[in-house]
Structure formats: C-alpha cells, structure tokens
C-alpha cells in the first residue's frame, strides 16, 4: 500500500481526504465518526460571529437531481452557517482536535467584512489550537445577500482585502475558499494570492434551481409554496471544478499557489484527476452525505492501489501531473486524427451510436439489416459522440498513422500543426 | 372423508385449503412503484429495437418504457395498447423469454434482459385500475361486422372496428368471452378474474354486441350466410375446437381426456378443493398446454406427474423457461419417448410408451418400452380446427388467409388460432385481428 500521507500548506494528516466544510461537519458527533471512519482531515462547518446564531428555514433545506436508479448525480441546498453558538463550536472544536492530533481540522469562517469582526474571530479560533483557517468567499445563499459569502468572493478586491486582515491578525495558515458563480476564476485566485493567502480551495456551490414542482408550479426544495437559488454540488459539478482548478494551477501568475479541491469527489478516482490537475488534496461532502463517511475506505483503498501501479511513493508526485498538457484550444493538434472503431464481438447491437450519429451528428455509422454497425471512415470526423453513447464502451478511437490519408479530408495526416499556423485563420496570416 | 396426496385414484381435496390458495397464487406477482422503475432504468432506449421487431403486434417498448421511468405508465399503458388491447393478459402470458426479452440486447451484454412482460404489466394494470379507457370511437360508418370468437382474435378485431366506427356483433360458442383467456391458460398465469376483467375493460370503447352460447353452423344459431346476410363483413376467429387423438386401442377408458378440457375445467372452477385429480398422472405433449396441464396437476396435489414427449427437449414447443417451470415445480419430463398402449380395465392405469429415435424417413419407434402408472392422462398432442364454412378454403388443416387476412371467401376475413398464420400465440392473435380489422375497414369504407 502506498503511503498517503499529506502535507498541505504545513498540515499533515494521514491522508489527502478531508471533509469539506458542509453539514456533515457541523458538531462534534458527526466529526469524531468522520475521523474514526478515517478521514485524514475536516473543515469544520462555517462559525459566524459571536451572538444571536443564525437560523436555518425549517423545511427542506435540500433538493437532488438523479440518474438512473435514482443514484444522486447532483445537490442543491439552502442552508447557511453554522447555526449553533459559536462558544459551542470553538469548545467542541477544541476537544476533538486534543483527541485526534494527527488529524487536520481547519475552522471555516464568514463575518461581516470589517476587520475588527474578522481580528475577533480569529483570536477565538486560534485559541482551539486548531490547524488553519478557511475564509468562506463562496456561499452563494442567504449570506451572500448580508454581503458576506459569495458577495466577498465575487468581488476580488474584498478577497485581498479580507486576506490580508487575516494574515496580519492570525499566525494560523490561511486558506481562501473560492466562488465558482463569477466569470473567470482566476480574478479571485490571483486576489487571494495577493493578500497573502497560503492556499485556495475550491470550488464552492454553484448558484441553481434544481427542480420546480409541476403541481404547486415553484421551485424545489419548496418552503410554503416559494423556494430559492441554492448551492450545487456533487457529482454533477465536477467537471466545472476541474477546469477551474486548472485554470488556476495553470495560471502564470498564480501557479504553485496551494490549492485544495473540492467539487463532486466521489471516488478515489476522482481525488486523483483534481490531484493531477493542480489540487494538493481535495475535500468531499456529497459523498459523504449519499453514503455515509465510510465512502473514504474505498478512496483510500483506490489511491493507493493506483499509485503502487503508477510506482509514486507519495501524493506530492502526483499534484500538478497533468497541468502541462492543459493547454488552450489554439494549440491542439490540427492533424491529431482518429476514427472511431466499433469492436464489433463486444457490440450488443442497441444502435444508439448509429442514432447519435444519423439523427445528430455526421451520418458516419452505417447499419446494416442484421443490426450490424460499421463507421464510415469517409464521414467520420472523430467526434466521439458514440463512444460516449455506448452502453458497454465498444467503440474505439484510433489514431491515423502519419502519411496516410484521412479518406474523409483526402488529405494526407502530417506533423503537429495548430490554429495559430493555420491558413484559415485570419490571424495567422497577419502574422506571416 | 378427507384425501391425501398418496390416495389412489381421482379424487378431490388432495391438499388442505391454504395450500390451494399458495398453489395457485399469482406465478409473477406484479412490479411495485420502486421496482418498476429501476426495472425501466435499466432500458438502454435502442434504435429501432430488436424488442419491439420481436414483438408481434409491434409494441414500442423503448417508448413505453420510458415513459415509465418518467413517470407516466398511464402514457406508457396507452402505447402498448395502441398496439395491443390485450396488452395486460400478453404481458401475463407471453413467452416473453422468446420475443422481446429474448431479443433484449442486455441479454447480449449480460445474459438478463430488461423485464419487459412485468413492465408491460405494471403499466397496464396502472391504467386498467383506474377503470380508464384511453381509446374513443371515431364517427359511426352505419356498417356492420360479425366477429365469430370472443377470443384474443375476435376481442382484438372487435376493438379496432368499433373504435373504426363501426357496429359489431361478437358471437361466441362458450357463456363467458375470452376465449383461450378465459379457458386455456394456465389459472397462476391470470388470477383474480384477469381475463373477465380485461374484456369487460376493453367493452368500453362501446358499440360491440356479444352473443354468447352461440356456435357457427349449429342448428338453430346461425350459418356464414346468416351472418353476410346480416352483417358487412365477417371476421372468424374461433380457434381450434378438436384436439389430436393419440390413436390407441382404449383411448376411450375412463380417466384419458383432452388437457385442454382439464384445463378449462379448472378454470371454470369455483373451488379448487373439489376439482378431483389423479394420484399418477401423465401428460402426452410437449407444448404449453401439455406444461400448463402438468404444473397444475401437480399444484391440485397430484403425487406423481409425467409429462411424455416425443422428441427431445430442444425440440419441445414450450420455451425452456416452461420446461424449467414445469420440473421447479416437481413435474417429470421424459423425452423421446410416444405411446404405444394403454393398460387397464374400465379405467386406464398404465400407460406403455416406446422410445424413439430419429431415423431417415424421420421420428421412428424402437424396441425398448415402458410403462408409467396413470389413473389420469391428459392428451396435449395438438387441437384441430371445428367444423368450417364450405365457402372457405382450408390449407393444411387451417383456414388459409392471405397478409391481411382475407379468407378465399368474399368478405369474410380470419385470424388467430384457426387459421394457417396462427402460432398459437394470444399475442400474434391479437395482431391478426388488429390487422384484418385495418383491412376491413378498408374494404368496407371504399366499397
């Protein structure tokens, strides 16, 4: 077994799996099964300001999306910090880190943006001996609209501003949690960086609706016949969070800045794509809350079980891995050409490759009367739309050999080439 | 006096009630909400599915189920029925494992298809609770059609017509309707009064008139000249009244009848309790009414029960999975094996049987014989056609009908059982009466 022991931004813990600040880490109870299930580390819940608590609504705070077998793909909510004291939070906080030091617990915060607010809070925290900070910018629900939350986080001059309070009040590591409902995420990140912030995280939920009841005609979780945006997650956003972890590991001028990824890790697999893509480790929630905090097991398990083949030795080697083949659309190779290839002994003939393509793509799958599927390399553009359709992934894409002839172009498949040298581009020939 | 299953003879009351009651309980008991839908979650929505070419009367099954998993079975219910108003009793008694389910490509990938006969069921039966016709008559055409048989031919043709807009007459020979629905299948395959219910349910597109205890070309009812006189057009669909004959000196001794009148008689029973059955019974066939006679023989409480074919089990007509069915539930299947004599006095108690093999001029009997002990033997070895109209042609022992159902005589159409096109199937019945009744239509309307 591979040793998954991680170190982000000067916090150890056991392994790169933390809990994500969410309702699964919310009080004691719930943290001290998550660490004896074996979760390497947990952001505790989002603590306020001293004072009245907040208050949650008292209907359903929660609405899903589904796939086949009513497997949860996707999770809207509608709850908003903490809504318990703060005094009980830090006390439990406290008590549970005394218990379990090998363990990270970082304590997400939200007050109102003033820095006394911020310079008060954080003397309680560090007082829990607790190993970080997060700073909650993401929230796109209920706070946002008493400008905290995601109204901070949409507006990066407040995310430097609010970061540097906190580096200057705390000796404690600071990590910034980022807002996915803004247009490029790497505003908030080169922000973050820029008040000092020693990691971001992210992504948070995004803004949703994720169902309207067709009785009642409002929108779902409905409370008393109204409802309202709330925060997606799951499995359902990862793709959005990759990309926005790439964007930012990427980035000139914020790569090597620590990042922890979050965003719809739901298996050991997905860990190790955020990891490779710039995540130090990542947090989890949904998971959590479908299956139970056993679900870490089978993350555990997978990672190592993938790094003994990929002969790493720590997670370190695996961060960042694939960042430089991130590239942008003008630099992929123009004659990188494939075709798609039906394997026609694993085929069990459902046809949906050949409706995707007739119905709505290129008409490059011909059937024949016995159900018999076969591309046309004549009108194949490689789109990869039946490999996608498959139901048992019988369908390959094979690459043309350089010197041959794409029988769909006529013409002959040569060296690396992109957009920025092509003839059909404007640009490139005003820069010839 | 009480009977066990070890009493000689033919007797009643060989098992104590309850065991009745689980015996004959629902042999597929119906999908629940959650179980329907991860059933119709697992349809892959193919293109011009295998599942529905295989199907006769060409449901579309990837739509149906669909709408399913979305919600709306009643939706789904409407487009099976569009195809097939007897979609509920095709759904309890299909060899599914055969058309669609056969023809899945789940089994391709792993050996189980998607349930489509339970999900077919739980859509109609959806539909059917809610006493909710979905089909309406189009404006009456003033014609008329007789429609001889009540049964999944006659009931299909009758349907289509007066939602067509025309006025029909279903005449049938038995007191109740239903056919083969309501008097061949197996009891477990459509408990709790189905087929009485599915015909009564199928009556409320309206205009349909029934005239039962009424046989074609009996004294006193009513000959095909009767019926042109009275009618536009005639559809006959009366399916097979006779049955094979083994052709054995003492095929007359007491204790041998037709399975199908077996069958009908416990169908038509009030209590099971006072069906009286034999201790040893054999059954010759090897079809779904020779398995259908068998498991119930051995569900009435039967100790030993022998089903006898012919030829191999591959070559049986029954699907393996009623061959399966018949030997789950303790029925003994001997293959390749025919008759030859019946032992007893008055009463048959042996049956003798040669085995065959196959030689060059085909089945042959060899040397080396049996005997099985038999109070009760149930002949499942094929049905014939009634007595028939001269005016109609008969080929092979069947009324010979062209695609769309036209018999030799001039506007008299056939389908189902008691014709050439038949196979012995409600389901294809049902698409040939569908089918005439389009071509009906069509001839009444231009002429």
């Not at chain 1, 880490?25 to 608590?53: C, H, I, M, Q």
């Not at chain 1, 990066?156 to 200057?168: A, D, L």
């Not at chain 2, 061959?323 to 303790?330: I, N, R």
């Not at chain 2, 001269?390 to 036209?406: H, Y």
Request: charged share 20%; net charge negative.
């Amino acid at each position: 077994m591979a040793d998954l022991r991680s170190e982000f931004i000067g916090i150890k813990s056991p392994n790169p799996f933390w809990l994500a600040s969410a309702p699964p880490t919310d009080k004691e109870y719930n943290v001290r099964r998550a660490f004896e299930a074996g979760w390497g580390g947990v952001v505790w819940k989002t603590l306020g300001s001293e004072g009245p608590p907040v208050v949650n609504v008292n209907g359903p705070r929660y609405g899903a999306i589904y796939g086949a077998d009513r497997r949860l793909l996707g999770l809207n909510n509608i709850e908003l910090i903490t809504d318990r004291p703060l005094e009980v939070n830090l006390r439990e906080i406290k008590s549970v880190k005394r218990d379990y030091p090998d363990r990270a617990l970082i304590v997400s915060l939200m007050v109102p943006c003033d820095e006394e607010s911020w310079k008060a809070i954080l003397k309680r925290v560090e007082d829990t001996e607790a190993d970080g900070v997060e700073l909650n910018f993401g929230c796109p629900h209920g706070m946002a609209e008493r400008g905290m939350g995601s109204a901070v986080g949409q507006v990066p001059e407040y995310i430097e501003m609010v970061t540097r309070w906190v580096k200057q009040h705390s000796r404690m590591p600071c990590i910034v949690k980022l807002t996915p409902n803004i247009s490029d995420i790497r505003g908030p990140a080169r922000a973050a960086k820029a008040g000092g912030a020693d990691a971001v995280s992210l992504i948070n939920t995004i803004n949703s609706i994720t169902s309207v009841d067709l009785d009642d005609f409002a929108p779902e979780p409905t409370i008393d016949g109204k409802g309202t945006h709330g925060g997606y997650c799951g499995p359902a956003v990862k793709p959005i969070a990759l990309n926005m972890v790439a964007e930012i590991a990427r980035d000139a001028e914020t790569a090597g800045l620590p990042i922890s990824g979050i965003g719809g890790v739901t298996t050991w697999r997905d860990a190790a794509e955020f990891m490779t893509l710039g995540a130090g480790n990542v947090q989890v929630c949904t998971a959590a809350m479908t299956y139970g905090f056993k679900v870490v097991q089978e993350m555990i398990s997978g990672l190592s079980e993938y790094m003994d083949r990929k002969g790493f030795t720590n997670t370190s080697e695996l961060v960042g891995r694939a960042v430089p083949n991130v590239t942008d659309w003008q630099y992929l190779n123009l004659n990188y050409v494939t075709k798609a290839e039906i394997v026609q002994d694993d085929c069990i003939k459902c046809g949906r490759c050949f409706a995707a393509c007739e119905d709505t793509s290129h008409q490059a799958i011909t059937m024949s009367d016995d159900r018999t599927f076969t591309v046309k390399d004549e009108e194949c553009v490689a789109c990869n739309l039946c490999v996608e359709v498959c139901p048992v992934d019988c369908i390959e894409m094979k690459q043309m050999a350089k010197g041959s002839v794409d029988p769909r172009t006529g013409e002959t498949v040569g060296d690396y080439a992109n957009w920025t040298t092509h003839p059909n581009n404007p640009s490139a020939t005003a820069a010839e | 006096m009480s009977h066990s299953q070890l009493t000689e003879g033919i007797v009643p009351g060989r098992l104590d009630p309850e065991g009745y009651c689980t015996n004959f309980a629902d042999v597929a008991p119906p999908l629940g909400v959650q179980e329907a839908r991860i059933a119709a979650d697992r349809c892959y929505f193919c293109h011009d599915a295998p599942c529905m070419e295989a199907c006769p009367t060409s449901i579309d099954v990837p739509l149906f189920i669909r709408q399913i998993s979305t919600g709306t079975p009643e939706a789904a219910a409407r487009t099976i029925l569009e195809q097939n108003i007897l979609g509920g009793m095709c759904a309890r008694v299909c060899p599914t494992e055969t058309l669609c389910e056969g023809a899945c490509v789940r089994m391709d990938s792993e050996g189980e298809p998607v349930e489509i006969g339970a999900l077919q069921r739980f859509a109609t039966d959806t539909l059917m609770a809610k006493q909710d016709h979905p089909f309406s008559r189009a404006s009456r055409t003033g014609k008329s059609v007789a429609v001889v048989g009540a049964g999944p031919a006659g009931l299909a043709a009758a349907h289509r017509l007066a939602m067509l807009g025309h006025e029909v007459t279903i005449y049938d020979a038995h007191a109740k309707p239903g056919g083969l629905n309501e008097y061949g299948i197996a009891s477990y395959k459509a408990p709790g009064g189905f087929a009485q219910a599915e015909v009564a349910w199928l009556m409320q597109i309206g205009g349909i008139t029934t005239v039962e205890n009424w046989q074609l070309g009996r004294e006193g009812d009513g000959d095909l000249a009767d019926l042109l006189a009275d009618h536009d057009a005639v559809f006959l669909g009366m399916g097979l009244s006779g049955v094979n004959a083994l052709r054995l000196e003492g095929e007359n001794k007491d204790g041998i009848l037709p399975a199908t009148d077996f069958i009908a008689e416990l169908r038509q029973a009030s209590d099971l309790a006072e069906l009286p059955i034999g201790r040893d019974v054999v059954v010759i066939g090897g079809g779904m009414t020779a398995v259908d006679a068998a498991v119930q023989s051995k569900l009435l409480g039967a100790l030993n029960v022998s089903l006898v074919y012919r030829r191999s089990r591959g070559e049986m007509p029954a699907s393996l999975h009623e061959q399966e069915h018949a030997l789950t539930h303790g029925v003994t299947i001997i293959e390749n094996a025919a008759p030859v004599a019946i032992h007893g006095n008055g009463a048959v108690r042996e049956v003798e049987f040669a085995y065959t093999r196959t030689g060059a001029d085909g089945l042959e009997m060899t040397d080396q014989t049996f005997r099985l002990a038999a109070d009760q033997v149930f002949k499942a070895i094929g049905q014939t056609l009634g007595d028939t109209p001269a005016k109609v042609e008969i080929a092979g022992g069947k009324i010979k009908v062209d695609g769309a159902g036209r018999t030799t005589a001039d506007r008299v159409w056939a389908g189902g059982d008691c014709t050439h096109a038949g196979e012995d199937l409600t389901v294809t019945a049902v698409a040939q009466g569908r089918d005439a009744a389009q071509d009906i239509h069509h001839v009444l309307m231009e002429g």
